[in-house]
């Protein structure tokens, strides 16, 4: 044995002495895939290779920012823009030499990633920050009959559980609250609170610097935006003032004339020149301890802020115009919805913010500490050593348990609180039944395509669907966009529902191949559908919430639920709630 | 107090918007002595100083190799020099806008309020202390006089510990909805610490009383080394102790007695670590930041379980019981 190697034959016979022959040969043999190598990732893969596993596998699509290196410990200022999978697998390569990991930069929705993939895997373990790539490695590890090991973190809270198919509760067993999405019109004519106008913003940003999409919810203003940015010599600070003068006073101007839109309770928007806007240079009183970032600017500031960083696209990133999207860690771009939205604030008579707390809110960001990672990754192994130990057993009889981190008061004398792991939803439809109900507002308005892709894949969790009816396949993921090349193959993404025969009543089936997952749809027409909450036209009845008897069901169960089931469904909800703006 | 600079803002921002921009003025105005490069101690480290800390590591041992199997601010070069020298540029490291010194200086007993002296928190681990409680005692009766907080840290393999001492603390404002929001609503409230000293004395109440396992066994450590040596080999006659005082907890996940004495003396696995070295770091930021009620006063976790307990030791007196007006009346007319 070399000197270097000895440190590796010492560590390992600690947690020899501790663990026992068994499971630390259980340890050392497991093949284990991580997916995500940021906050919780990076404490877990420290863990992990510190405990003696050998053989690991991890997966991140994310570069490194600045605002990661007060919690993501393996990371340098040096290794900013890096992959993040790649420099954590190297970091923790230095403390055991021995261990071999494998990194992939890559987004674990691609179909490399897919059931062949997680297949080679003993266990998975999860370390990621948003429910779309939650609910997909749910899918994948249900379909390849892995083990999950599951986490969250959310400030000073967390949670950890384990899902294996048939025994235990999986991902989606419970209703997950979906990302909130906002009527059109209250985005396009009738803002009320900050987030409409920052919504707005930021797809004016990517209207005028990114590439076409119809999705763009200001789409039909494209004609006139890439008229003020075609002009010859464009000069950026001209463009600035011309859209300035276009969005915050001309249209405002024809706003305020819809008086049907305007009350005493909704007053008209105001126009905002820009010369006009330049003499408000008066600034509200904030308190001292703030950083410069959390106070309000003036609307002078703000409309100087909108030209500045419109002038900055062109004078610094003119061949990036038509390519770029907004980023919350992107200074020009941030600067751009910031002060857009403040405009249009003003013009609504919104109280205006600060940019510290416009990019919490545009960019959907999650305070986070190093410390609430480090417990949860502990947590996420503790749970995997027992993982490792269930065979033969099911994982409910075993000492798996979900626990919850407690912030900052103990729930009866623990702070970490381990709870029983729940058996599988029947109605769940993932795991379960897989059938869901959908309610569309409009079968002849709705187009296949829009229906895959807003319910099937937006709500439903799929990534590559493919729908059939009556035997046949109606939509498949291969076309997407309408042509001879989709026609050849008989298809017509371009129809709309009651076109391919379908009323209510009709059953769709859904299969997702790269997933492993299947759907049984209820449709029906539902012309009342409250656009306030379901601007896209459709509402899905599955699982936990699918229509009246499930509800009936739900309500059966949740009596016979004891007092501390419902104390843990209240911070699982506290947590999850947190969660849903996780979506970076 | 200085402003926070730019670059700070840029690395803390995650942070900031968890507590706020005052509680980070005081973390970066704080110094924590973390004595003991061991278990929990490790990755309060790394906690405290990403948070924008200053540290001072101390601890007059050497390299060995368990302990780079261990620690990973240690490299297999480093056998045989002192941990705290050699760790002190790698903490500093994952943190350049924070501070950290080291000190390997073996400690006196004599003077132990200059060696807390100047520090917000003193975070000690029962190893580098020799496993001796009394010295700890001690200690924590130094902070006290230096008005520093006072954390201990003991770990067993799959089990570990902390018991803090911040004495008469005032909290002073506490965060909204778990912490997730940097607002905060003013409502001062004073958390009375009992002195590590009055721990010591309350032993054979923990051992036998109603408390959790993991307190007993430690409880019963300490018991045991006012007759015993600090050794591994000792394992039979701790077991023989325990049964002595007729205290023989059962801890969930260990075999026996003897097993658990011996896990006393190799590391906690890392994630154990991991967990509870979190847990600890969220207290000293309490002490520090006055923010949020502390956890009173021993915190223990047991990975078999998943849980972590938190008690009060010895409990708090039980609150005057409020008489009745008449009775009170009755008193004085006795009179």
């Not at chain 1, 043999?29 to 990076?42: D, F, T």
């Not at chain 1, 249009?344 to 809110?361: E, F, G, H, K, V």
């Not at chain 1, 059953?507 to 909450?533: A, C, F, K, T, Y």
């Not at chain 2, 100083?49 to 199997?69: I, K, P, Y």
Request: glycine share 6%; hydrophobic share 40%; proline share 5%.
């Amino acid at each position: 044995m070399t000197a270097s190697e000895a440190p590796a034959a010492a560590g390992d016979a600690a947690v020899k002495t501790v663990l026992g022959e068994e499971r630390f040969a259980a340890v050392q043999q497991a093949k284990l895939l991580v997916v995500g190598a940021g906050g919780i990732g990076c404490e877990l893969l420290k863990n992990l290779v510190l405990t003696g596993f050998r053989d690991i596998e991890v997966v991140d699509l994310d570069t490194i920012d600045v605002s990661n290196l007060n919690r993501q410990f393996l990371f340098r200022r040096a290794h900013v823009d890096r992959p993040k999978s790649v420099v954590a697998a190297e970091a923790v390569k230095q403390f055991r030499p021995d261990a071999k990991i494998l990194s992939h930069h890559g987004n674990v929705k691609d179909s490399q990633f897919g059931l062949e993939f997680v297949s080679k895997f003993d266990v998975v373990v999860n370390a990621l920050d948003n429910l779309e790539a939650r609910r997909h490695v749910n899918r994948l590890c249900l379909a390849a009959e892995r083990p999950l090991l599951e986490a969250g973190s959310t400030g000073h809270l967390g949670q950890v559980t384990v899902i294996r198919k048939g025994e235990t509760e999986c991902f989606e067993c419970q209703a997950k609250p979906s990302q909130k999405v906002y009527p059109f019109c209250t985005i396009r004519s009738t803002p009320e609170k900050p987030v409409h106008c920052l919504t707005w913003a930021k797809n004016l940003f990517d209207l005028c610097f990114g590439p076409e999409d119809e999705s763009n919810l200001l789409a039909d203003l494209a004609a006139e935006m890439r008229q003020f940015q075609s002009q010859e010599a464009v000069d950026g600070e001209d463009v600035g003032k011309r859209i300035f003068k276009n969005l915050f006073e001309d249209d405002i101007k024809k706003q305020a004339r819809l008086e049907d839109l305007w009350s005493e309770a909704r007053p008209a928007p105001a126009p905002l020149g820009f010369e006009e806007a330049l003499t408000k240079a008066e600034r509200t009183a904030d308190a001292e301890d703030k950083l410069e970032t959390q106070k309000v600017p003036s609307v002078a500031q703000d409309a100087q802020g909108f030209v500045a960083s419109v002038a900055k696209m062109y004078s610094e990133r003119r061949e990036l115009i038509g390519q770029s999207s907004f980023s919350k860690d992107d200074p020009v771009s941030m600067d751009f919805v910031h002060c857009a939205a403040n405009l249009r604030m003003q013009n609504y008579r919104i109280a205006r913010l600060s940019r510290w707390d416009a990019q919490s809110i545009a960019g959907s960001i999650i305070p986070a500490v190093a410390s609430t990672n480090a417990i949860v990754a502990g947590l996420e192994v503790v749970q995997l050593l027992h993982v490792l130990q269930s065979k033969g057993k099911t994982m409910r009889d075993g000492r798996a348990r979900t626990v919850w981190v407690r912030y900052p008061e103990p729930s009866r004398k623990k702070i970490l609180q381990p709870s029983s792991l729940q058996a599988p939803n029947p109605d769940c439809f993932v795991c379960g039944s897989r059938t869901a109900r959908v309610a569309v507002k409009s079968l002849v308005d709705c187009k296949i395509a829009a229906f895959a892709k807003g319910c099937i894949q937006g709500q439903l969790g799929a990534v590559r669907p493919a729908l059939y009816a009556n035997g046949s396949c109606i939509f498949d993921p291969e076309y997407p966009e309408p042509g001879p090349d989709a026609e050849e193959e008989g298809l017509h993404p371009e129809w709309s529902l009651t076109e391919w025969g379908l009323g209510s009543g009709s059953l769709l089936q859904v299969e997702d191949e790269g997933q492993g997952w299947s759907i049984n749809l209820v449709l029906r027409e539902e012309p009342d559908l409250d656009e306030q909450h379901f601007p896209n036209g459709f509402k899905v009845e599955a699982g936990a919430g699918a229509g009246e008897e499930a509800a009936k069901d739900m309500a059966e169960k949740k009596r016979k639920a004891d007092a501390e089931a419902a104390e843990v469904n209240a911070a699982k909800k506290a947590t999850l709630d947190a969660n849903t703006v996780a979506v970076d | 107090m200085s402003a926070i600079t730019g670059d700070q803002v840029a690395v803390y921002d995650r942070q900031l918007r968890l507590w706020g921009v005052q509680a980070q003025q005081r973390l970066l105005n704080a110094k924590v002595l973390v004595w003991g490069l061991e278990g929990s101690n490790v990755e309060a480290c790394k906690n405290l100083v990403l948070a924008g800390v200053a540290l001072t590591l101390r601890d007059h041992r050497t390299v060995t190799a368990a302990d780079v199997g261990f620690n990973y601010f240690l490299r297999p070069e480093d056998m045989g020099k002192f941990r705290s020298e050699c760790a002190s540029p790698r903490v500093q490291e994952m943190n350049p806008l924070g501070s950290v010194a080291c000190s390997c200086n073996k400690p006196d007993r004599e003077n132990l309020q200059d060696l807390v002296k100047g520090f917000d928190v003193v975070i000690v681990g029962l190893g580098v202390l020799g496993y001796d409680f009394q010295l700890a005692a001690d200690v924590d009766a130094a902070c006290r006089c230096q008005n520093a907080g006072f954390m201990l840290t003991v770990a067993a393999g799959e089990l570990a510990f902390f018991f803090s001492d911040l004495q008469e603390h005032v909290m002073q404002e506490r965060s909204t909805q778990g912490g997730t929001e940097a607002g905060t609503e003013h409502k001062p409230e004073t958390f009375s610490f009992p002195s590590f000293s009055s721990w010591l004395s309350e032993l054979p109440q923990t051992a036998s009383g109603k408390t959790d396992a993991t307190f007993k066994l430690i409880a019963l450590f300490a018991s045991f080394r006012n007759s015993h040596k600090a050794a591994p080999s000792e394992a039979k006659s701790f077991a023989a102790h325990c049964k002595e005082v007729q205290c023989e907890p059962k801890v969930d996940g260990l075999d026996s007695l003897e097993q658990a004495f011996s896990h006393f003396f190799v590391e906690p696995l890392v994630h154990v670590a991991s967990v509870l070295g979190g847990l600890l770091t969220q207290e000293v930021i309490k002490a520090i930041t006055r923010k949020d009620p502390p956890l009173v006063n021993s915190v223990c976790f047991n990975a078999h379980t998943g849980a972590a307990l938190v008690e009060q030791i010895p409990a708090a007196p039980p609150a005057p019981k409020k008489r009745k007006v008449e009775e009170e009346v009755a008193d004085l007319l006795d009179d």
